[in-house]
C-alpha cells in the first residue's frame, strides 16, 4: 500500500533503498532523473523563488550598454548574410549611444521604441546584437559576478526536493562504486551555454558533491572532432554564439583547454564522472554536441548514455529519447503546439518544414537524441503547457507503445537494470503517460508525486498495490452536465480529469475554438479506468487509461 500523505518523503523512503539494492546486483542499474522544468531554485538572478525577507547576493541577469565599444564591436563584426540592415541597426543604435547599462527587456523597448523595424529582424541577427552589447560583469569587492544558488532559501520544498533526491542518489551510487559523487553538468542546451554553467555548478555542490561544468557545447564538439580547436571563436558564431570570450573569459578558456586535451581525454572525463546532468533550452540543439552533422554519435556519446545516474532538466530530460524498444525507435519531440494538432494530420520531422498557421507546427526526430531513454517519448512543462495532444501525435505517428509528459517542478525517476525496472514520481504535480488508440482518441493516465510504478506490457503502469486515503466526496457531488471551453490552455485538461477523479465520474465534455472551428472533447470512464485519490492535495488524483477523444464540430 502507498500512503501518501506525506507523498514527496515517501517517495524519496521508497526510492533511496530500490537504489541502493539495484546497484548492489551483479548489474549495476542506471538512476533516471527527468524532471519536467521549472525547477524553481533561489538565486540571484531569480529572486522571485526566495522566502520572504532574503535578499540573494550574485550576479542579477545579464546587462547591456549601447557604448562606442558596443558599436564597434557590431561595425566591425557584423553577420555578412544579413548585410542589408546592417546601416539602418548601427545608425538606430548609435542615436542611443550612453552610460545608461539595462537588461534585456529594457535594452530592447529603448531599441524598438527608436527603430520600430527591429522588432521584424531575425532571432539570429537580435542574438548577435546582444552579445555585442552585454556588458562583461567583473568581481567588485562588495559583489559577486557569478550568478549564486541559494537552496536552503527556495521558496519551492518541491524543488529543493528533487535537488536533494539527484544528491541522494549520486552518493548512492558513488558509494557502490566505492568513489566520490561528481557530476558533470552539461548546458549545451542553452543558446549561450556559457550564460548558465554557474548556476548548475552550484547547483548540488551546494549539497556537498562534486560538481563540475563539462565545456561540451556545440562548438566544442565540432572543433575537437576536427581537431581545429584554432578556430573555436569562428566556429561558435557559425552555432550563433557570439563574442563570448569578452564575456565569459574563464568558461571560453575552460572549453578551449577542453578541446585542446582531446577526445581521449574528454571520454576519460566522463566515464569518470558519478553522473552527468543536461539542462534546459532547445534539445535538438544539445543533440549537436552528442552527433554530427550527418547522424553519427561521436565518440563520447555513448560514455555519456552509460553514466550511473542521468538527471535532466526540461530539453535535457526530452533529449534523453532515442533507444530503441519493441516498437522501434523512440523520436525526440523537438517543437510545436498542442493545438496544431485539431488540423495537423501528421506531425512534422524536421527534415520536413513546418506548417505554422499561426501556430507552431508539431515536430520530431525520428532518431531520437541521446538514446538513455527506451520506454517512450518524453516530453516536459507537460500539463502546464497544454502539450497533451501534441504527446499523442507524436506517439501515435511514430507506432511507439506510449509517451511520459513530465509536469514542471516534477521528476519521473526511473531504476533500470538488466533484472528489473522500477519508477516514481517525485515534486510538485504529475506524470501523465498518452497510449494511442486511434490518430483522434488516446488513453489518458496520470500519476502523482508519491506513487510508484510497475513495468508491465512495454510501459509504466500504476502500481495495483496504490491504494487511496480516505477521502469522502459529498453526496451527490458532480461535474455540471456542460461543455468545459478552452480546454487546450491553462492547465485546463488537467484540471478536468482531476475533477472527474476526485468525483468518480463517468464522463465529462470539453471543447476548443481554433481557427475558425469547434473541436469537442469527450472524456470517457471505461470499466478499465481506475481512479485513486492518494491526497487531498492539488493535482494528486492518480488515473490509469481514461478515454479522450476529440474531434471537429460538425
Known sequence: MININKKNFLALSLTLPLISACFSGATLAQTQILIGGALDVCTS???????????????????????AAGLSRINDTFPSQYAVFKN???KSLTALTGGTQYTEFALLQKWYGAYEQAQLLSPELLDFVLDSLEVAQTNTSTEKSEEQVYLRQSRSSASAELVSFITNALKVAAQQRKEPAHILVITASNRDPYANADYYEQLLASQGVSSEWLALTPALAQAINTRQCEALEAIRINHGVYDRQRVYPQRTKEEAALCKAGISALISKIKSATAVMFSGGDQSRAKRALFDANGVAYPWTEALRQRDVIVGTSAGSALQSGAKNNAGNVPMITAGESITA??????????????KLGYEAISYDAKGGLGSVDYGVIDTHFSERNRTLRLHQVVQESGQIAGYGIDETTALIAIISEQS??????????VVKIVPIEQNAFLYSYYPA??????VDNQWQLGLETQANDVKVPEGQSLPDKRFADILYDSKLRSLTQAMCLTAMSGAKAEQYAQGKYYDFSLTR???????????????????????????RQ
Open 450 to 455: 508519491g506513487v510508484r510504478l510497475t513495468f
Open 45 to 67: 538572478t531569480a529572486p522571485s523563488n526566495c522566502v520572504d525577507g532574503f535578499v540573494p547576493q550574485g550576479k542579477a541577469g545579464a546587462l547591456y550598454q549601447i557604448d
Open 342 to 355: 485539431l488540423w495537423q494530420t501528421s506531425a512534422q520531422t524536421e527534415s520536413n518544414s513546418a506548417q
Open 526 to 552: 471505461l470499466p478499465s479506468t481506475r481512479f485513486i485519490n492518494t491526497d487531498t492535495t492539488n493535482n494528486a488524483c492518480a488515473i490509469e487509461g481514461l478515454k479522450v477523444q476529440y474531434e471537429q
Open 421 to 430: 525496472r522500477v519508477a516514481t514520481v517525485l515534486g510538485q504535480s504529475g
Open 88 to 90: 539602418q541597426v548601427v
